[in-house]
């Protein structure tokens, strides 16, 4: 029987025999946060060329290592998604999330049919599939950031809501990796977007709206440094494999550096965007 997969399926160990996790500096992904947030306030085209980027890294950096039949499929798959959903929203110039939906149906259906088409066995098939549309999804979501961009005040609900990001991040990398730094990180996010309406003009931008995307982008970042803990604990448990063949850390290896890099966007960009969208425009 082979297990269905877990969250350490979207990224196969780089991790010595120790135990010890590869990890990157938080403040890398801070660093690539910064870019995007100077790309929006650049424009739609050049945030959609640093959507794909990060797009890219998840594809190409977890998804790709995932230990399932298929790997190199599913990675080719979420990357055609998710930089076709962000260069379509550039195209449309409409804050509106129907390209997503439509790429999203249609990458759905192409996963069912490469995954159908290998003949692996229905426990493997199922575990090549939810790895597939999973890693689809994920893909797909830092897109949001592009369709917010082309609304109205789109560049600044867009900075607000990376500036949050970007607070946890730094702190993150200069060890702040407590509960109470990290809740300290999302209320100096909410204070710095205060700061900043303050400071720069944005009429169009109200306090509160500011004060709730920093923090909400904050927050969303927290659970996903949150996530790469949790991912970096169970790849170090020495649990046995199912066939009781050896310590798994002797045999696999998990690199969460992608996910480090990448995992903040991706799950604060949803949010960004919905938020964005009622509170500010």
Do not use: N
């Not at 790709?64 to 990675?75: D, F, H, L």
């Amino acid at each position: 029987m082979v297990p269905l997969p877990t969250c350490c399926s979207l990224c196969r160990v780089s991790c010595r025999r120790d135990g010890k996790i590869h990890r990157v500096p938080s403040l890398f992904a801070a660093g690539l946060v910064a870019v995007l947030a100077l790309a929006s306030a650049a424009g739609s085209p050049l945030l959609a060329a640093g959507v794909v980027l990060v797009q890219g890294i998840f594809a190409f950096g977890a998804v790709r290592q995932a230990g399932v039949p298929g790997a190199a499929v599913a990675t080719w798959l979420a990357f055609g998604v998710g930089a076709g959903t962000s260069v379509w929203f550039v195209v449309d110039d409409i804050p509106k999330l129907t390209p997503m939906a439509r790429l999203l149906a249609a990458g759905f259906l192409l996963a069912i049919v490469v995954q159908l088409w290998r003949r692996h066995g229905r426990p493997l098939l199922t575990a090549s599939l939810s790895v597939t549309v999973t890693a689809v999804v994920l893909a797909a979501l830092p897109a949001a950031l592009v369709a917010l961009r082309t609304g109205d005040a789109g560049a600044y609900a867009v900075g607000l809501g990376l500036l949050g990001v970007a607070i946890v991040l730094v702190v993150d990398g200069v060890g702040g990796r407590s509960v109470l730094a990290r809740m300290l990180a999302v209320l100096a996010a909410a204070a710095a977007a205060v700061m900043l309406v303050m400071l720069v003009s944005m009429a169009d931008v109200p306090e509160v709206g500011a004060v709730v995307l920093a923090a909400f982008g904050a927050l969303l970042a927290v659970a996903a440094l949150y996530a790469v803990d949790r991912l970096a604990a169970e790849s170090s448990t020495g649990e046995k494999q199912p066939d009781g063949g050896g310590d798994i850390l002797e045999l696999v290896a998990v690199d969460i550096r992608p996910l480090q890099l990448t995992l903040p966007i991706i799950m604060a960009a949803p949010v960004i965007y919905l938020l964005g969208r009622l509170l500010i425009g």
